[in-house]
C-alpha cells in the first residue's frame, strides 16, 4: 500500500507538501494541463485541479457506470467545457454475472460537471 496515490512534492527538498493515498487506482487520466481524471476513491470519480490538488469535481460511480456493471475499463476521457466525455468496454450490467461469458460492449457517455461542484 506504500506510495499509491497522488503527491505534492517541494521541488527542491522532495518533501511531501500534500498526499491522496489510494489502495487502488483504476483509472488515472490526464484532463489537459492542469486536471486529471482519477477514481474510484471512496466510491466516488474526481476531478483534480493540479499543481495544487485541489478537486474541483466528484462523481458518484451511478453517474460514470449507470447500468451498474460488474466490469467497467474507462479507456479514455476528455473534458469540453462543462462536459466530461469517457469511453470504455462494459461487461455483466446491473451486478449479473452470467456462467455464460458475454462479450462486452463499448460505451461512449458525456456527464455535465455542473453541479457536481466537491463540497468538502
Known amino acids: 500500500m506504500a506510495d499509491r496515490g497522488i ?3 517541494n521541488g527542491i527538498t ?3 507538501i500534500y ?3 489510494m489502495g487502488s487506482i483504476e ?3 490526464r484532463l489537459g494541463l492542469n486536471r486529471i481524471f482519477s477514481g474510484p476513491l471512496r ?4 476531478i483534480y485541479a493540479v499543481p495544487n490538488i485541489r478537486v474541483p469535481n466528484e462523481f458518484s ?3 460514470i457506470d449507470p447500468n ?3 466490469s467497467l475499463i474507462i479507456l479514455s476521457a476528455n473534458l469540453r467545457k462543462d462536459t466530461l466525455h469517457i469511453t470504455g468496454w462494459e461487461q455483466y450490467p446491473n451486478m449479473q454475472y452470467t456462467t455464460v461469458p458475454t462479450e462486452p460492449l463499448r460505451f461512449s457517455r ?6 457536481t461542484e466537491h463540497r468538502g
Not at 458525456?110 to 453541479?115: L, T
Open 27 to 29: 483509472t488515472l487520466i
Open 14 to 16: 522532495g518533501e511531501i
Open 7 to 9: 503527491y505534492e512534492r
Open 68 to 70: 451498474r456493471c460488474l
Open 61 to 63: 460511480p451511478r453517474m
Open 43 to 46: 466510491n466516488r470519480y474526481l
Open 110 to 115: 458525456s456527464i455535465s460537471i455542473v453541479g
Open 19 to 21: 498526499q491522496i493515498k
